[in-house]
């Protein structure tokens, strides 16, 4: 966190736009608080991705809260390659004397790669030293614009209950945090009060009833896994729940809406 901060800020010079990818279920939550460094220094695009994941009029919704608070945002499935119109906003603002700079900065997991992929192409080659920009950075040359890839991995929030929940949607390594049974406990209690279980009904047919313990018995129960003696494996059906969860299989999920307050302190 530490050196991507410091990369970023000898960055903060010699670029034109900072694009930052957030996962468009949790747009507040996988932000970078890092990005304050450049507030009325650089215009900030915001992609929101993973757009087929959430719910589109919420994703929609953060657009245009996203749009007054000056930044330029856009909801995305990037699997689908559809970044023509973000391509046409960026290059518009080319200056007529040298390529355009961007630097592509988010956590991980959120697309960012994909992203960088498809906006210089796959067989992309990176390109040698910029002057007056600082060393240690990959750029990459694209039609009319050099772009940095992320100067280190930006860390959201220090929260230890933020990152959690950045661990359900994928973009935080749960079993650094905790075990699997442990978190998706923690998990569907969140579901249940965020009132979002219907996708995992209708996919699976379980109930949100009982207890949290009882609730992972019975989705263990549902996909079969069973220890010797019939004993329920809740270490692994927790895992599978949890990645289920971070993958869309239970339906379109926006978990948190413009102004509302922090999803972490729900846990």
């Known amino acids: 966190m530490a050196k991507g901060k410091r990369q970023l800020e000898a960055l903060a010079n010699t670029i034109d736009f900072i694009i930052e990818v957030r996962d468009a279920r949790a747009p507040n939550l996988s932000s970078s608080p890092l990005l304050d460094i450049f507030e009325n220094r650089i215009q900030i695009i915001v992609v929101l991705s993973k757009a087929d994941l959430s719910e589109k009029n919420v994703s929609n919704e953060w657009v245009r809260f996203l749009n007054k608070q000056g930044m330029m945002a856009?909801?995305?499935?990037?699997?689908?390659?559809?970044?023509?119109?973000l391509k046409k906003d960026i290059t518009r603002k080319k200056p007529y004397y040298r390529d355009l700079r961007l630097a592509v900065v988010g956590?991980?997991?959120?697309?960012?790669?994909?992203?960088?992929?498809?906006?210089?192409?796959?067989?992309?080659?990176?390109?040698?030293?910029?002057?007056?920009?600082?060393?240690?950075?990959?750029?990459?040359?694209?039609?009319?614009?050099?772009?940095?890839?992320?100067?280190?991995?930006?860390?959201?929030?220090?929260?230890?209950?933020?990152h959690r929940i950045l661990s359900w949607i994928g973009s935080s390594k749960g079993q650094?945090?905790?075990s699997y049974e442990e978190h998706a406990k923690e998990c569907i209690s969140f579901m249940i009060k965020k009132d979002i279980w219907s996708g995992l009904e209708k996919t699976w047919?379980?109930?949100p009833e009982g207890t949290t313990?009882?609730?992972?018995?019975?989705?263990?129960?549902?996909?079969?896994k069973l220890l010797p003696g019939g004993v329920i494996d809740l270490e692994t059906s927790g895992k599978i729940f949890l990645e289920a969860f971070a993958t869309g299989k239970f339906g379109c999920m926006s978990l948190e809406k413009p102004n509302e307050p922090p999803l972490w302190e729900l846990l």
């Open 74 to 85: 856009q909801s995305l499935d990037l699997r689908k390659g559809n970044v023509s119109k």
């Open 107 to 162: 956590i991980p997991n959120v697309g960012k790669s994909i992203l960088i992929n498809q906006l210089v192409g796959r067989k992309a080659a990176l390109v040698g030293g910029v002057p007056g920009v600082t060393k240690g950075v990959s750029w990459f040359r694209g039609q009319g614009f050099l772009l940095a890839d992320s100067p280190g991995i930006l860390d959201p929030h220090s929260d230890k209950r933020a």
């Open 176 to 178: 650094v945090i905790g």
């Open 205 to 207: 047919g379980i109930k």
């Open 213 to 224: 313990s009882d609730i992972l018995k019975n989705i263990g129960n549902r996909l079969g």
